[in-house]
């Protein structure tokens, strides 16, 4: 038999609810605190995304950044589940859906470069979510208690200057290419920390970390650095990044 027509076309997403939400105890235990995350694949590449960041606020319950598929969430069928923040109780594992900070991505777009967006790191500090739109290029803040979205800083792009005068197309031609916000941390002089993984190319060392204070001035603390994906604290105020 000859070949079908019309060519296959890969989907650009597709979905499922295997997300979960799992305690990781001193003795190797393993427990899973809260299932049915959504999770998705990500165009044709096979990159998987989903639920992603997460953040106690001490009084027994967690943050769950989910993410979604990029540059493809105003291209699927929204369910309300994806690009959310939730709330999960950690004795019960009941969830709660804190907001949709895809919509807001869709609605606004703080780094209005293009409409894209897929959750990543979270931090909690007094009411307050603050959640790295990797996809998006912004840290957006949340109100725990009403949902109420605000953009905390649009971290936008990075330049490199080793893309020449034709700069990067996707960025109005600047030479620059995406910050990609990754991880977020409150850090023990109650600043912000925020890593970036940076896009494509991924350069050798141009991701950096840094410092935001909690009214949104930035400040630099860590340059040279390649693909950050996380930043913690020791006990001593010692800084950790993780690089890929």
């Given at each position: 038999a000859g070949a079908g027509t019309p060519e296959p076309v890969s989907p650009i997403s597709l979905r499922g609810t295997t997300g979960k939400l799992s305690r990781f105890d001193a003795d190797g235990t393993v427990t899973v605190v809260a299932d049915g995350f959504q999770s998705y694949t990500f165009g044709g590449n096979?990159?998987?995304?989903?639920?992603?960041?997460?953040?106690l606020d001490g009084t027994g319950k967690a943050y769950v950044a989910v993410g979604a598929p990029g540059p493809y969430?105003?291209?699927?069928?929204?369910?309300?589940?994806?690009?959310?923040l939730v709330e999960v109780d950690l004795a019960s594992g009941e969830k709660r859906i804190v907001a949709d900070l895809g919509q807001y991505?869709?609605?606004?777009?703080?780094d209005p470069m293009a409409i894209d967006s897929n959750l990543y790191g979270v931090a909690?500090?007094?009411?307050?979510?603050?959640?790295?739109?990797?996809?998006g290029n912004s840290i957006l803040s949340v109100d725990i208690e009403t949902g109420e979205i605000t953009t905390f800083a649009v971290t936008g792009g990075i330049d490199a200057p080793f893309l020449g005068e034709d700069g990067n197309p996707l960025r109005a031609g600047d030479a620059q290419i995406d910050s990609v916000p990754s991880g977020l941390r409150i850090g023990p002089d109650d600043r912000l920390?925020?890593?970036?993984?940076?896009?494509?190319?991924f350069p050798v060392g141009l991701a950096r970390v840094d410092a935001y204070t909690l009214d949104g001035q930035r400040h630099d603390f860590a340059t040279g650095l390649t693909m950050v994906t996380d930043v913690a604290f020791a006990s001593d105020g010692s800084a950790y990044a993780v690089m890929m």
């Open positions: 096979g990159e998987i995304v989903g639920p992603a960041g997460v953040a969430i105003a291209d699927i069928e929204l369910t309300g589940e994806e690009n959310v991505e869709i609605a606004n777009d703080p909690v500090r007094d009411g307050v979510a603050y959640v790295a739109d990797a996809g920390y925020v890593t970036y993984v940076t896009g494509g190319p």
